[in-house]
């Protein structure tokens, strides 16, 4: 692809931005899903993360590991936004700021009830699941990419694992049981077969 009045090192910035794009962005967005609780929220903080390395074309071509720091800078986003939030949840409860209604239509009842369980965990536990669950991320790659020890990450992970197993269990017992199969009715003009 050709680019118009763009420097050699901005073309190949380009260029490793459109590979990372494709071979990355959807684990990422999954990432921050489990993350945020909210798709789209998660889809801005990955794409934001894409912009910042197109806005820092020698700091991102100069990275070992381009999915990592795409990572890292999403999920500082993420912190940043989940401060602006709580400020703003403090001035709804102070009468403030008015709350708009939530709606989230045809989401999977198993999806919603995972998200609303992983959104009761602390963000710490929440990262570390996320990151090591949905992101697919080693141990060792957790504890880098937060920048806590191996045995921090293992334990998050052993107690994230306890809290969403009673989280999950709680909302599938909350769930009504499915109704039984619907057999035919027999028919009061149905006879019946005589042996002959």
């Known amino acids: 692809m050709e680019y118009m009045g763009t420097s050699p090192e901005e073309r190949e910035a380009q260029e490793a931005v459109r590979a990372a794009y494709s071979a990355h962005y959807r684990r990422l967005v999954a990432a921050l899903y489990g993350l945020t609780g909210d798709y789209s929220d998660a889809q801005d903080l990955v794409q934001e993360a894409y912009a910042r390395a197109l806005a820092r074309p ?3 071509l100069d990275v070992a590991d381009p999915e990592a720091w795409l990572r890292t800078v999403a999920i500082n986003l993420a912190r940043t936004r989940f401060r602006r939030r709580r400020l703003f949840d403090t001035l709804v409860r102070t009468g403030r ?5 939530e709606s989230v239509p045809g989401l999977d009842p198993n999806r919603v ?3 609303a369980a ?6 710490p536990t929440r990262e570390t699941i996320v990151l090591h669950h949905l992101a697919d991320l080693s141990v060792h790659e957790v504890a880098e990419t937060l920048g806590v020890p191996v045995g921090t990450v293992k334990a998050r ?6 809290m969403l197993a009673t989280l999950l269990d709680e909302h599938a017992e909350a769930r009504p049981a499915p109704p ?11 006879t019946e077969a005589k042996p002959s």
Do not use: D, H, I
Not at 97 to 101: L, T, W
Not at 157 to 162: F, I, P
């Open 58 to 60: 020698r700091q991102f």
């Open 97 to 101: 700021v008015a709350r708009q209604p």
């Open 113 to 115: 009830a995972l998200v």
């Open 118 to 123: 992983l959104q009761q965990l602390s963000r």
């Open 157 to 162: 992970l052993s107690r994230g694992r306890a």
């Open 180 to 190: 039984p199969p619907r057999t035919p009715a027999k028919s009061e003009n149905a």
